[in-house]
């Protein structure tokens, strides 16, 4: 069973950036599909972005596109969420998640494994 812990979330101005890391224990991650998913407070869990298991392939939800950025380490093994432009409605907590359904999906029941999460705070 892959262990995922997600790290580098924290509290930011408006239009400011960061980056997550997602990093495994007890497995590799380099031969999965991985996904980053973020849950507001008193909202439902949303989908955020994917990549496939060598990098090269990517989506994203309408709301961060072209201001998110999802990649992989060079050994494949850490998945990172590049954060530009960050808006008070960014904030929240943001998970990790291995894709265990069809490339493409974005529910989150198409994603396994997930992590405790990490929280982003937009201040405006």
């Known amino acids: 069973q892959v262990q995922l812990v997600e790290s580098g979330g924290g509290l930011v101005q408006a239009g400011g950036s960061l980056r997550l890391s997602c990093a495994a224990s007890?497995?590799?991650?380099?031969?999965?599909?991985m996904g980053w998913f973020r849950q507001a407070p008193g909202k439902e869990r949303e989908f955020v972005a994917a990549?496939?298991?060598?990098?090269?392939?990517?989506y994203y939800a309408d709301s961060v596109k072209g201001r998110f950025t999802i990649s992989r380490g060079n050994a494949k093994n850490t998945v990172y969420l590049q954060m530009n432009s960050l808006k008070s409605e960014d904030t929240a907590v943001y998970y990790c998640?291995?894709?265990?359904?069809?490339?493409?999906?974005?529910?989150?029941?198409?994603?396994?494994?997930w992590g405790r999460g990490t929280q982003v705070t937009v201040s405006s």
């Open positions: 998640a291995r894709l265990v359904g069809a490339w493409g999906k974005t529910a989150d029941y198409a994603f396994s494994s």
């Open positions: 007890g497995r590799t991650l380099s031969s999965y599909a």
């Open positions: 990549v496939n298991w060598s990098g090269d392939s990517t």
